[in-house]
């Protein structure tokens, strides 16, 4: 009986090596299935690539001819002009603006002017007021100067408190 129990140990071993040797193979294929796929995209990435770098260098390859023969068909005379009309046409915007500034310029100087002679000439039709002589300061300093006081002065000399005062600080004496 033990030898029965041994071979019937021993099988059982070796159902479940062949079990687990099953599982190996099968995570062996699976795991190569997923490495294949991925070599396979890896491959069609980098299929995609060369494709492009071999349509960019026939691409360079065409602009460099384009180059050389223009650069051989333009002498420097022609390369100067082309250059001249891309500065003119760059510039040229600006031009027109700063001549518009100065259009707003001038009318703003004018508009300017002519405020400057509606002052001026408002300023003229100021006047000192027409009570006000030489004589009448002389004698409102002097009063002033004797102590009488402003509205005093005004009475006297029937002219207005603020005339007396504007003369006083016109000489500053107030």
């Known amino acids: 009986m033990n030898f029965e129990n041994m071979n019937f140990g021993i099988e059982y071993i070796v159902i479940a090596m062949a079990v687990l040797i099953l599982y190996l193979l099968y995570y062996a294929f699976t795991k190569d299935a997923s490495y294949s796929k991925n070599i396979r995209s890896v491959a069609s990435v980098v299929e995609d ?12 390859a065409q602009t460099q001819s384009s180059i050389k023969a223009n650069s051989q068909r333009m002498n420097d005379e022609e390369i100067y002009q082309e250059i001249e009309r891309s500065v003119y046409d760059m510039v040229q915007p600006l031009s027109l603006a700063l001549k518009q500034l100065q259009n707003n310029i001038n009318t703003i100087e004018v508009e300017l002017e002519s405020r400057m002679t509606q002052l001026e000439s408002g300023v003229k039709q100021i006047s000192i007021p027409s009570s006000v002589h030489g004589n009448d300061d002389e004698k409102i300093i002097s009063l002033f100067k004797q102590g009488v006081g402003v509205e005093t002065i005004s009475k006297e000399l029937h002219i207005s408190k603020p005339e007396v005062e504007f003369v006083l600080k016109i000489n500053k004496i107030k």
Do not use: D
Request: proline share 0%; net charge positive.
């Open 49 to 60: 690539l060369n494709r492009e770098l071999y349509y960019l260098k026939k691409e360079l």
